[in-house]
């Protein structure tokens, strides 16, 4: 195919985001593809795609969220059976990677289990795949095939320019996020602060200092995920003891798994916005929380990849 030229293409989707899914499939004004995703009584995944693929582009879309293996084993399932049906290409797209935080050998004998999962993709037979805000940028060396790391920060940064908040200093609630908050910043025209913290271990963490000034200012706390919240609660109750006015949080991925409903509810945050590129269930949502969606920037990205267009224009921070 040249660029621009069109023929057919199918979407189908796992069950992990159906609610994204059908908003994706909307937006390319297709409907999902017919497929049942069931389980035998020992838990075995079972996927049967009940369209014919033979020869043309295949978008599988699968969140690989809590339950983080049951959603990846169907997400590789779908992909084998898209292959063994000789689907033309078979395009992966992941809004959420999980297992994206063991990025790297942090101490003696730990696995890098973003790399597996990157393995086990590409030999599923995924040709492509489309995500979302990867823990860790290169993450996308991982795979031996093409990936398109599309950013949630615009959608982000259109919301807060027309919230007009007075005076918002962008917050990066570690040292690792210091790139996102000033990339955040800048179209907003803010300066950053930076929560200086130690992490005891996995998911405790503990506020040390806050850089910056933030007294009497709108903080603005971004991260790319957000799992239990200590990290995004203790630094919001962090910025108020220390002067801050109010303080508004966001991130891309919302994982908000064991307490972190609680927290959040309990914190100084005025309002949380998220991405639903994991989906909220009801038992979830509280009035401190606001979903934006991203089906219109991942379709537009389907609708390039497949019409062999332009996809470098979706990746900018100033769209």
Not at 108 to 133: F, W
Not at 179 to 194: C, F, G, Q, S, V
Not at 227 to 252: F, H, I, P, Q
Not at 268 to 275: D, H, N, P, S
Request: hydrophobic share 40%.
């Amino acid at each position: 195919m040249s660029e621009g030229t069109y023929c057919d293409f199918k979407i189908f989707a796992g069950n992990s985001n159906m609610k994204l899914a059908e908003d994706i499939a909307n937006c390319m004004g297709k409907p999902l593809g017919k497929s049942s995703v069931t389980k035998f009584s020992d838990g075995e995944i079972s996927v049967s795609l009940w369209e014919p693929v033979r020869g043309i582009d295949i978008f599988i879309i699968q969140s690989t969220s809590d339950p983080v293996n049951d959603n990846l084993m169907e997400l590789l399932i779908m992909i084998d059976a898209a292959r063994r049906a000789s689907a033309g290409r078979i395009n992966a797209v992941i809004p959420y990677y999980g297992y994206a935080r063991q990025d790297r050998k942090a101490k003696a004998r730990d696995p890098i289990t973003a790399k597996l999962v990157a393995n086990l993709i590409v030999q599923a037979g995924a040709d492509r795949v489309i995500t979302m805000d990867l823990h860790a940028p290169q993450i996308q060396g991982y795979f031996d095939i093409p990936v398109d790391h599309l950013l949630g920060m615009p959608i982000l940064v259109k919301y807060f320019k027309n919230l007009g908040i007075d005076d918002p200093v962008i917050v990066s609630p570690d040292h690792g996020s210091v790139t996102r908050a000033r990339n955040m910043a800048t179209p907003l025209d803010a300066p950053i602060a930076i929560i200086d913290k130690r992490r005891p271990k996995a998911n405790v963490s503990e506020i040390m200092n806050i850089i910056g000034d933030i007294k009497d200012k709108n903080c603005i706390i971004m991260d790319d995920m957000i799992d239990t919240a200590g990290t995004m609660t203790n630094a919001a109750n962090a910025l108020v003891e220390m002067g801050a006015k109010e303080v508004y949080a966001c991130c891309t991925h919302g994982v908000l798994s064991g307490p972190a409903i609680e927290r959040i509810e309990n914190s100084a945050i005025k309002e949380m916005i998220l991405l639903d590129t994991v989906p909220l269930p009801d038992e979830k949502r509280i009035k401190k929380f606001k979903t934006l969606s991203v089906a219109q920037l991942f379709s537009e990205a389907m609708t390039n990849i497949h019409t062999n267009a332009s996809v470098s224009k979706l990746f900018q921070l100033n769209r």
